[in-house]
């Protein structure tokens, strides 16, 4: 059993930066491949990446890829989002997740946080 928690999210002005965490409880968090997908107001909740467990391979899709950076620290249980140059189209609930493989696909994700709201404002 993992539970998850996310924090750091706030209302930021379009081109400032956030660092969102995602802390795990339960020691088997460094077993787990760890995902963020986001929900935008309206949309269906989406992919936005995922780390390994050991933290030595992320992917980010395309339209946060040079702006947002994944990691993760195992002996702090927590895994990180720093989001920079961000868009009004960023605005969403930000979920972590993990997963058992390396997945974009939610189904595959086990276990999820209760979300955090980023708001960035034009």
């Known amino acids: 059993q993992v539970q998850l928690v996310e924090s750091g999210g706030g209302l930021v002005q379009a081109g400032g930066s956030l660092r969102l965490s995602c802390a795990a409880s339960?020691?088997?968090?460094?077993?787990?491949?760890m995902g963020w997908f986001r929900q935008a107001p309206g949309k269906g909740r989406e992919f936005v990446g995922v780390i390994s467990w050991s933290g030595g391979t992320t992917y980010a899709v395309d339209f946060v890829k040079r702006r947002f950076t994944i990691s993760r620290d195992n002996a702090k249980n927590t895994m990180y989002l720093q989001m920079n140059s961000l868009k009004p189209e960023d605005t969403a609930v930000y979920y972590c997740a993990a997963a058992t493989g390396f997945s974009f696909t939610q189904s595959d994700y086990t276990y999820w946080g209760q979300g955090t709201q980023v708001t960035v404002s034009s």
């Open positions: 339960g020691r088997t968090f460094s077993s787990y491949y």
